[in-house]
Each structure stands twice: as structure tokens, then as C-alpha cells.
């Protein structure tokens, strides 16, 4: 009778073990179906991004060359970003559908615009691209709020030293010669 209690302990023991084996397994593909969605998901984005980044080439072959104010990529990361400069770029929105063309600013990121439509994007991104370059253009035209002074070069300060050692020199001479003549 001892063996009969062992054995019923062995079996569930191994129905654990089973059951837990196939929790886990279980487990661990619906863990790899979330990340091929994840996977799946980014990659979708991306070739959204790069529809978007297509539709903009004619409008980036429109700046001049000497213009060097945008750097236009896509970043590939947790969020994928199209970037049009340093501080705009465009990321799809929460739904995944949805492009949000956004700044990031002193004050926070603001949104510029934000469509469904790759040609409302476009359209925003081409009003963002041309008021960089008129704020560059004015940056490289402005004048100084002072007058530009040019002081005349400074001559070197040889004879006045020169000067002042040879009073400092007599004067030290003269109150030696005070000294002795009062001694006597």
C-alpha cells in the first residue's frame, strides 16, 4: 500500500509538470505572435514613412544645393521617424494610419499638421520647408542692431612706458638726494 500513495503523488506530479510545460509553450508563442505583430507593425510604418519620404523628392530637389538647413531620413527605432530637418519630423499616429508632422520647439513639441492624406503632409511640409528658408534668408542679410565700429589698430604702449620709467627713475634719484642732504 505504501507504493499506491507514491504513485498517485507521481502522477501529479508529471500532470503538473505537463500542464505547466504546456502553459509555457503556450505561453512563448503567444509571446513570438505579439512580437511578429509588433515586427509586423513597425515594418508597416516604415514603408508608410517611406511613401511619404518618396512624395516629398520633388520638393526637396527644388532647394538649392548651398541650402544645407534640411537632412531629410528615416530613423528606424521603437518609433520610426521621417525626419525633414533637426528639429520636424514626421511619425505615424497612434492608429498607425494617421501621419503627424510634428516640432519639437523650446516650449515642447507642437503638432504642424496631421492627415491621413500623404498630399496634406506634403503640402504642410512644403509651407514648413519654405518659411526655414525665409528665416534663413533673413538671418543671412540682417544687420548688426550697433553700428560696426573698426578701431583704428592700437599703437604699442613702448614710450609711454619708456616715459614712466625714466620719471619714476628721477623721481627715486631726487628723494635719494632729498634723504642725503637732510642727513648731513
Known amino acids: 500500500m505504501s507504493d499506491a500513495p507514491n504513485t498517485g503523488s507521481n502522477a501529479v506530479s508529471e500532470t503538473r509538470q505537463i500542464r505547466l510545460r504546456d502553459a509555457l509553450r503556450q505561453a512563448r508563442i503567444e509571446a513570438a505572435d ?39 531620413g528615416i530613423s528606424q527605432g521603437d518609433t520610426p521617424r521621417l525626419w525633414i530637418d533637426v528639429v520636424a519630423h514626421v511619425v505615424m499616429g497612434r492608429d498607425k494610419r494617421i501621419y503627424r508632422f ?26 514648413y520647408v519654405a518659411r526655414r528658408m525665409v528665416e534663413r534668408e533673413h538671418a543671412l542679410v540682417a544687420t548688426p542692431a550697433k ?15 619708456a616715459l614712466g620709467f625714466v620719471v619714476g627713475a628721477v623721481a627715486l634719484f631726487a628723494l635719494a638726494l632729498f634723504a642725503a642732504l637732510r642727513n648731513l
Not at 119 to 126: E, G, H, L, Q, Y
Open 34 to 72: 505579439r512580437t511578429g505583430v509588433v515586427v509586423d507593425l513597425r515594418d508597416a510604418e516604415v514603408a508608410r514613412l517611406e511613401i511619404l519620404n518618396e512624395a516629398l523628392d520633388p520638393l526637396f530637389a527644388q532647394i538649392p544645393e548651398q541650402v544645407d538647413l534640411f537632412d531629410r
Open 147 to 161: 553700428p560696426l565700429v573698426i578701431d583704428k589698430p592700437r599703437r604699442s604702449g613702448f614710450w609711454i612706458f
Open 102 to 127: 510634428v516640432q519639437d520647439t523650446r516650449f515642447g513639441r507642437i503638432v504642424i499638421a496631421e492627415s491621413h492624406d500623404v498630399s496634406a503632409i506634403v503640402d504642410a511640409v512644403t509651407d
